[in-house]
Nanobody
Framework: QVQFVESGGGLVQFGGSLRLSCAAS????????MCWYRQAPGKERELVAG????????RYKESVKGRFTISRDNAKNTLYLQMNSLKPEDTAVYYC??????????WGQGTQVTVSS
């Protein structure tokens, strides 16, 4: 079945960096656009960044543009999110899933990112 395993989160100070990874299985990863999502306490889950199946098209939430970089390795079925210049408002649990209408119903456990001020 479809499975996502997110990792790489942690506690960092304002301005710090983290690199998140998402290992995907149970579907043909290279055929799907993929996204990173995040959910902060008491808030709705939101899309942070998305990348097309081949990697040629990338979108970012306005507030993370210039700080976050999404990438993928289709040979390893893995999605990445490099996060630089982190801010306290980036604190959330980060998840990966397919993009838009291709999104799967199952979600991973996510990885917690906490940015201290």
């Amino acid at each position: 079945q479809v499975q996502f395993v997110e990792s790489g989160g942690g506690l960092v100070q304002f301005g710090g960096s983290l690199r998140l990874s998402c290992a995907a299985s149970g579907f043909t990863f290279r055929n799907y656009g993929m996204c990173w999502y995040r959910q902060a306490p008491g808030k709705e889950r939101e899309l942070v960044a998305g990348i097309s199946a081949g990697g040629s098209s990338i979108r970012y939430k306005e507030s993370v543009k210039g700080r976050f970089t999404i990438s993928r390795d289709n040979a390893k079925n893995t999605l990445y999110l490099q996060m630089n210049s982190l801010k306290p408002e980036d604190t959330a649990v980060y998840y990966c899933n397919a993009w838009g209408s291709q999104q799967f119903g199952s979600w991973g456990q996510g990885t917690q990112v906490t940015v201290s001020s």
